[in-house]
């Protein structure tokens, strides 16, 4: 492997590749059957009239009853009793009638319920919370009524429901996840300021920290690690999550209560949380300047005169994340062809790719059912991603023809600030997490020439004329500011339509793994004027893997991000 590409292997493509994963594993990693997904449990269960019905407990998905001879009583209002109806379509009645039914060895006591794990293999903490609390975003909560339980189920376990937690319908307070804080709903910067506003420093025999109290509703790793750190990763979130406690003096991560004095060290802050006086902070504070000063591009409703090149992650050899039955690559290549289906049915903007699946083409698909196994760069000639090469050479190419694209769109007399690449990605970050992050090039992690080396690239054209990039700080700084501002109408796109996101900053500008801190390759040397990296969902979580399942979910998403490329170029 050439030193060029074995350096940026370790620097700038290892997170998008699994953990452990390598290629010289992939055919094996491939011949596993795509969706290993356990079988589901059904159970035979009595109407008190003595009638036998099937109930169905699955993987991800849940519990069903089967329709057929379900009592009125069991079916909440307008409930239709065709096929298998889901949990959620059953009356109050009825929920308590197939919990028992499926879960006999469960005790339902006044003010608690105890529920004994039987099967493991499709119960999960979330599918408790969902089924019990009425929302699977009461995993947390759930989570730290039962701090001794492991995350991972096991046979016999004995969870603790409690009657404030438990949900409406099954005689208990629940109230809904309590998520929302007061901050959710302003934009980028001011919930960052507002963040901010909640710490102040402090120093101890340990040296310096962060303080934070923690909130009603809060876990240590979504609100202290995920927002006030850089680190997103799920083995990375739980490591720090054990250091803070430590710090701490927190015996345990999952018992702390509202109220509670969290100690953040100061090297583990991310920049805009660092104290005054730091260079970290005054870059920050920098890049918002540069925010506020960028004058918006304004190209009109059909995107007249706009170049995007749109990036598809992963693919070939790579299918990327995958976690409850589905994984990455597909599933992002999907919505990136809507995406330019729509642009190109409803905007003259000129739409480009970086990966194609050949036999596919561009086309959106309803069902995915197996990871494809071809796919090529659009380079000349096509390059494929056989595992022939190291995945980085790959990764790379996307933005050598990106950038190829663009220099040649600026040659035409294109508007060079018209310029716009978008990579779609997923995550798997914690379960507990959801929803879409966007990913912005950093400023002080752009660098200010890089070159590609290495034999391989060599070989396409576009490596010949594009495998070099400059730029200078007034470009970074540019660069990080636009990407910045079309996040944001991204995710004001997003809440409009009501696709979920982060709950704690979910636009970064940096990742931190390992020791490490890089931006993507794809979007840290685009030369495009704006370019972002989207991770659409989080994969481990339940919900966002049913949303990405599903096709009108999908389409949903690229008209979202349709809408925020109008609403970008509008002034
Ligand atoms: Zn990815």
Partial sequence: MPGGVSLLMSAGVSRFMPAGLNLLLLPAVL?????????????????????????????????????KALPRAFLAKGADTGGWVPFESLSPEGKRWALAALFPEDQ?????????????????????????TGHGQNYDR????????????????SWRIPRS?????????????????????????????????????????Q?????????????????????????????????????????????????IQPGQLIKIPLAVLADPFQSEG?????????????????????????????RIVLDAGHGGVDPGARANGIWESDFVYDIAMRVRRLLEQETDAQVSSTIRYPGLGFRSREEIHAPSRAAEILT?????????????????????????????????????????????????????????????????????????????????????????????????????????????????ALHKDRIPVHANRPIRNVIHRGGGKWVPAVIRYSTGATKALIEVANLTNQDDAANLRDPGFRERYAAAVVNAVRAYYRK
């Avoid at 109407?47 to 329709?67: D, H, M, N, V, Y």
């Avoid at 927002?227 to 015996?251: K, M």
């Fill in 380 to 492: 000349t000639p096509p390059f494929a991603v056989d595992g022939e090469s190291p995945s980085a050479v790959n990764v790379h190419l996307r933005w050598v023809l990106a950038n190829d694209l663009f220099a040649a769109f600026r040659k035409a007399r294109g508007d060079a600030q018209k310029t716009l690449f978008l990579s779609f990605h997923a995550d798997s970050l914690h379960p507990s997490a959801r929803g879409s992050m966007i990913y912005v090039p950093g400023a002080s992690l752009v660098p200010s020439t890089f070159a590609l080396s290495g034999a391989m690239p060599g070989r396409v054209a576009e490596a010949k004329r594009s495998a070099r990039v400059a730029f200078t700080g007034k470009e970074k700084l540019q660069g990080e500011a636009r990407s910045r501002q079309f996040s944001e109408a991204l995710l004001k």
């Fill in 278 to 306: 730091s260079s970290e902070l005054a870059e920050e504070r920098q890049v918002r300047a540069e925010v506020r000063r960028t004058v918006r591009v304004e190209a009109g409703p059909r995107l007249k005169g706009v």
């Fill in 207 to 255: 040296g310096r920290f962060a303080a934070y109290r923690m909130r009603k509703g809060e876990a240590l790793y979504s609100s202290v690690v995920l927002r006030y750190t850089d680190r997103v990763d799920p083995r990375g979130v739980n490591e720090l999550a054990e250091q803070i406690a430590r710090r701490s003096d927190i015996a345990n991560v999952r018992g």
């Fill in 142 to 157: 759930l989570m730290a009524e039962n701090p001794d339980l492991p995350e991972k189920l096991r046979e016999g376990d």
């Fill in 31 to 67: 011949a596993a059957p795509a969706a290993q997904e356990p079988a589901p449990v059904v159970a035979h269960a009595r109407t008190p009239e003595g009638r036998e019905i099937l109930l169905r407990l699955q993987f991800r998905k849940g519990l069903s009853a089967e329709g």
């Fill in 165 to 205: 937690l438990l949900s409406a319908d099954l005689g208990g307070t629940s109230r809904g996840p309590d998520r929302s804080q007061p901050e959710d709903d302003l934009d980028d910067e001011a919930r960052v300021a507002a963040y901010r506003g909640m710490l102040s420093f402090g120093e101890d025999a």
């Fill in 108 to 132: 339902w006591r006044q003010e608690e319920v105890r529920h004994t794990v039987r099967h493991p293999e499709v119960e999960s903490v979330w599918t408790l919370a969902a089924l019990f």
